[in-house]
Structure formats: structure tokens, C-alpha cells
């Protein structure tokens, strides 16, 4: 109940007008259900999920991709997350190709240690996973192995979405795990109230607090709520090793478009590893054919309720769009806490 908690209850006094906030991050979705903040919010004020899970925001085409490599006879090995993502033609799960569920990198190349076939490894995730894979990629892995980098970084399409004014924001909460890595100083370039936040129900509404008196105070710049985790330079040695095998490169999210310098693709000296040259992929745009609006939520002007497949024609045991598959998606953490508005 807000006014049992005395942060709730400094939150209903700040909010002195409508307030809209955004996160980009799936955990802080998960928490914010689970612990019922939203029925804790002064009725003005509002936060919205953005593009904060990553497998959420692969689009159709690279799924398509990896469809195409199961297709091909190789190995596929990625998270249980996205196989049950809908391709144009299927799902990894159901495709009837080899592909196995692997914790992450380490048991990919395992895997093709053991064989003699192509292996593989869809590599999804923000700054927070990229660093994991890149030192896995300078051991030296076999040479029947291979990733499909689907990485994104988080600043570019925060850019995108100020620059669209799309969705009224009057500020970002930030993901506290993918800072930990990328550190601050990326994003004190965006002049609108930004707060780091961590992941327990008091660490949010602080981070909500945090904002909304920016807002009364007509400020904008960013705001550590999370500093036993996050520091302001983030790892160093993580974002060396990640830029040491990756560059950026412009990507298509679900549900935007060709984003500059918000994927992460392999470097030349490592286009070995690199399965979309290795076996000449080209991701394809594919055009959405289904009443699922995952792009709307996404980009923070649709709550998953507001879709009309919600519950109904699409729950987790048969998801339309990725934002039901995905333990980070909006849809799938909504059904899951139907109470939580
Ligand atoms: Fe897409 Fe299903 Fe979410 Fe609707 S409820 S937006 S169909 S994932």
C-alpha cells in the first residue's frame, strides 16, 4: 500500500503534475510486477517499458537467420528464450533442425569441441553479455565454431527515441546491470532526467523519486541511485575486452528502424567466429502480418493490455510476438502478475 511505504508516499508529493518515465530494462519490469509498484504510483505519474529485453527486440529477419542456419545442418545453441520466438516460417523449436539450449557461451563451444559439425551460438544480449562472449572468442575457440551476433547497446536507441518524440518522456530510469559494464558517462549526453536504478522495490522508487524531482526542478542529467553496483567509468576491462572483438554497427530493432551504431558486430580479426559471413547470411526486412503490436510496446506508447491478442489469442503457451516469449518481455511479466497494475 503507498502509504505504508514512506518512499511511495514522498513519491505521491513530488509528483506535482503527469509524469511519464521510461526503463529499458526486462528485470526492472519483472520487479516493478512482482512487487506491485504500479498500484503504489501517484495516479499521474506513469513508467513504461521500452526496449529493454533483448531478445524482445530481435527482429523477424534475424530470427529468420537463424532459422536458415538450423536449416543449413548446423548446430544451433542459444537461450532458452528464443526458441519460441515466431520466425516467418516457425520457431527454433519447432524447426526441426539440432538446436540446443546452452547457458551461454562456454557450453556452445563445448559442444563444438566435441564434434565435427558447425556449431553455431546465437549470440543475443545488451553491454551486459557482449564482454562474456568476447572473451570466450579470444581462447582461441574450434574452428567449426561460430556466433550470430544479435547484440545491441542501449544509448543509440534511447537517442532514437528522444529524437522521434513518439512517447511523451520525461525521463529514463536506467538498467542498473548494463551500467555496471557501460558505466555513466555515455549517457550524460541526453539533457532529460535519468537515475540508475537497482532492482528492489525501495531502489526503483527511489530512482522514481530521483526523477521526479528532476522534472520540478526543471534538470536533466543523470543520477546514480545504484552505487553498490554501478560505478561512473562501469568495468573497464569488460568494455575493453568488448570493444577489442566488437565494433559497432547499424541494426534494425524490432520495432524501429536501422538504428546507427546500436549493434555490435564482429571485428575483421575475428571473422572466423563470424557465422554471417561464414555462411553468407543476409537478414532480410520482413514486414509484420499479425495483430500483435510487441513493436508499440517496445517503444513505450502501448501497454500490453492494450493489444487485442493479449491473454487470449496469445499467453505463454502460444505466443504471437516475442514480448510473450521472453521471461524479460512486457506481455509475458504482465501475464504472469495480473494483479500488478
Ligand atoms: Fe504481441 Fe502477444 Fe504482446 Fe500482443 S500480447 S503485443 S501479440 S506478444
New binding site residues.
Given amino acids: 500500500m503507498a502509504h505504508d511505504n514512506p518512499i511511495a508516499k514522498k513519491l505521491a508529493e513530488l509528483t506535482d503534475r503527469p509524469m511519464t518515465f521510461m526503463h529499458v530494462c526486462g528485470t526492472h519490469e519483472a520487479a516493478i510486477a512482482k512487487n506491485g509498484i504500479r498500484s503504489m504510483l501517484p495516479g499521474n505519474l506513469k513508467i513504461v517499458m521500452g526496449p529493454g529485453c533483448p531478445v524482445c527486440i530481435t527482429p523477424q529477419g534475424e530470427i529468420d537467420a537463424a532459422l536458415e542456419l538450423a536449416a543449413k545442418g548446423c548446430i544451433i545453441a542459444t537461450y532458452g528464450d528464443l526458441l519460441r520466438v515466431p520466425g516467418s516460417e516457425g520457431t527454433l523449436e519447432s524447426c526441426g533442425g539440432d538446436v540446443r539450449i546452452v547457458q551461454g557461451v562456454h557450453k556452445a563451444i563445448e559442444i563444438a569441441q566435441k564434434t565435427d559439425k558447425e556449431v553455431v551460438f546465437v549470440s543475443v544480449g545488451f553491454e551486459t553479455t557482449a564482454p562474456t562472449v568476447a572473451a570466450m572468442l579470444l581462447t582461441n575457440p574450434p574452428a567449426n565454431f561460430s556466433i550470430l551476433s544479435f547484440h545491441r547497446i542501449v544509448p543509440p536507441a534511447m537517442q532514437w527515441l528522444l529524437s522521434q518524440g513518439e512517447a511523451r518522456l520525461d525521463g529514463f530510469m536506467l538498467p542498473g546491470h548494463v551500467l555496471t559494464v557501460a558505466g555513466i558517462e555515455e549517457y550524460r549526453q541526453f539533457q532529460v532526467p535519468q537515475v540508475v536504478a537497482g532492482f528492489e522495490a525501495d531502489d526503483i522508487l527511489l530512482g522514481l523519486c530521483m526523477l521526479a524531482q528532476q522534472v520540478r526542478d526543471g534538470t536533466g542529467f543523470v543520477e546514480n541511485a545504484y552505487p553498490r553496483a554501478v560505478q561512473e567509468e562501469g568495468n573497464p576491462k569488460a568494455k575493453a575486452i568488448m570493444d577489442q572483438v566488437f565494433e559497432p554497427c547499424d541494426v534494425e530493432w524490432r520495432g524501429f528502424p536501422v538504428i546507427p551504431k546500436s549493434g555490435l558486430k564482429l571485428r575483421d580479426e575475428f571473422s572466423q567466429y563470424d557465422a554471417q559471413k561464414k555462411f553468407n547470411i543476409v537478414y532480410k526486412k520482413v514486414s509484420k502480418n499479425?495483430?500483435?503490436?510487441?513493436d508499440?510496446?517496445l517503444r513505450g506508447i502501448?501497454d500490453?493490455s492494450?493489444?487485442?491478442?493479449?491473454?487470449k489469442?496469445?499467453?505463454p503457451r502460444t505466443?504471437?510476438?516475442?514480448?510473450?516469449?521472453s521471461h524479460e518481455?512486457?506481455?509475458?511479466i504482465w501475464?504472469s502478475y495480473p494483479t500488478h497494475k
Fill in positions: 499479425s495483430a500483435c503490436i510487441c508499440k510496446v502501448a500490453p492494450d493489444c487485442k491478442l493479449f491473454g489469442v496469445c499467453t505466443p504471437v510476438g516475442p514480448c510473450m516469449v518481455g512486457a506481455c509475458k501475464h
